[in-house]
């Protein structure tokens, strides 16, 4: 039984680092997203990706988040390539 308690708070401690891992990156996309220089579109896709995954009308019901957890992170994916985009032509133009 001791096992279990242990495997189980193994399995939570896991959880819980990629919680923390997520919400880091999160964090450091918030933060490039809102630069003034991001592009409009970007901004959009980040934001209404974000208001998909809170909204409580899904096309999936909630207790199944494969919808939301789809439509974040492709978001997120089209986020990271826009502004990867974005600093690599600005770093091709002339200062």
């Given amino acids: ?18 919680a923390v891992v997520l919400v880091v990156v999160l964090v450091r996309k918030h933060r490039r997203v809102h630069r003034p220089d991001t592009p409009v579109p970007t ?21 199944v988040y494969f919808d939301d957890i789809v439509v974040l992170t492709s978001g997120l994916i089209y986020v990271s390539t ?14």
């Fill in 1 to 18: 039984m001791d096992s279990l308690w242990t495997g189980l708070g193994v399995l939570l401690a896991v959880l819980v680092l990629i």
């Fill in 82 to 95: 826009s502004l990867r985009r974005k600093d690599q032509s600005a770093g091709e133009r002339p200062s």
């Fill in 43 to 63: 901004k959009v896709a980040y934001w209404l990706s974000l208001a998909y995954t809170a909204f409580p009308i899904d096309v999936l019901p909630d207790p």
